[in-house]
Nanobody, 124 residues
Framework: QVQLAESGGGLVQAGGSLRLSCAASGGTSSRYAMGWFRQAPGKEREFVAAISWSGGSTAYSDSVKGRFTISRDNAKKTVYLQMNSLKPEDTADYYC?????????????????WGQGTQVTVSS
């Protein structure tokens, strides 16, 4: 069983930056691909970014490509989401997820473990 804890959310002005962190604990001897998803009020949870176990492969949604960067530090069991040039439409609860395989996925149902989420609010 893997536990995930997100941090780093908050209120930021449009054009600003935030870095989200996701710390993993328990059952981390296995190799896990990781992903970030977000859910805005009244909307479905959507894919944002994903990264393979090695960190050598990444994927992004079209809406964040070029502005967000996902990375990981396996020694620290932590995944990061650097968010730059934030827009009001980026406002959402952000969730990290772990998948029991080395290869990332972009579909919510392909992930096995989820964190509780961290709120990001971008003001205009």
């Amino acid at each position: 069983q893997v536990q995930l804890a997100e941090s780093g959310g908050g209120l930021v002005q449009a054009g600003g930056s935030l870095r989200l962190s996701c710390a993993a604990s328990g059952g981390t001897s296995s190799r896990y691909a990781m992903g970030w998803f977000r859910q805005a009020p009244g909307k479905e949870r959507e894919f944002v970014a994903a990264i393979s176990w090695s960190g050598g492969s990444t994927a992004y949604s079209d809406s964040v490509k070029g502005r967000f960067t996902i990375s990981r530090d396996n020694a620290k069991k932590t995944v990061y989401l650097q968010m730059n040039s934030l827009k009001p439409e980026d406002t959402a609860d952000y969730y990290c997820a772990a998948r029991r395989t080395s290869y990332y996925a972009t579909v919510r149902g392909d992930y096995d473990y989820w964190g509780q989420g961290t709120q990001v609010t971008v003001s205009s």
